[in-house]
C-alpha cells in the first residue's frame, strides 16, 4: 500500500524528473495562448547520446508541435519523427536544452517521435559553481527531459 501511495503522490523517482517537467509545461502554457491544445505529454531521465521514442497516432488534418526541454545538465536536445517504416521525415536543429518542432503529418497514421539528447555538460553548477560528478560512486551522469505532443 505504500509503494502504491508512493507512485500516485510523485515520490523520490518522481522528483528527478520535475525539472524537464515544469520546464516543458512552461513551454504548453504559454502556447495555449496560440490556440495550441495538449495531446501528450511526459518526462523522463536521459544519458548523453541516448534517445527516446514514443509512438502516436497522428492526424493528416492536424498540425502538430513537439516540444522538449531538458535540465541545466541538457547543453543539446534534438527532436526527430519517423514515419512507421523508420524513416526520417522531420527533425528539429540542435540549438540548445529546448527544442520545438512543427509536424504535419503527410498521412493520417502512427509515428515515431524521438528525443535525443546530442550533449551534456558533466560538471553542472550547483549554488553558483561546478560541482565535479564521481562518475564511479554515482553512475552516468543523467538529464531531466520533459516532452510534450501539442495541436491546432
Aim: with cysteine; hydrophobic share 35%; charged share 30%.
Amino acid at each position: 500500500m505504500l509503494i502504491l501511495m508512493t507512485l500516485l503522490l510523485g515520490g523520490p523517482a518522481d522528483a528527478a524528473r520535475t525539472e524537464g517537467r515544469a520546464c516543458v509545461n512552461n513551454q504548453v502554457t504559454d502556447h495555449y495562448m496560440d490556440g495550441w491544445r495538449l495531446r501528450t505529454a511526459d518526462s523522463f531521465q536521459m544519458v548523453d547520446d541516448d534517445t527516446r521514442y514514443f509512438l502516436v497516432t497522428l492526424a493528416s488534418t492536424i498540425e502538430y508541435k513537439v516540444l522538449a526541454c531538458g535540465d541545466d545538465t541538457s547543453q543539446q536536445i534534438q527532436i526527430v519523427v519517423y514515419n512507421d517504416s523508420g524513416r526520417v521525415l522531420e527533425s528539429s536543429e540542435p540549438d540548445g536544452r529546448q527544442a520545438e518542432m512543427v509536424f504535419r503529418p503527410p498521412k493520417s497514421s502512427s509515428y515515431f517521435v524521438g528525443v535525443k539528447v546530442i550533449d551534456m555538460d558533466q560538471e553542472p553548477e550547483v549554488d553558483g559553481r561546478k560541482e565535479k560528478r564521481q562518475r564511479k560512486k554515482e553512475g552516468p551522469t543523467t538529464t531531466s527531459v520533459g516532452l510534450a505532443l501539442i495541436y491546432r
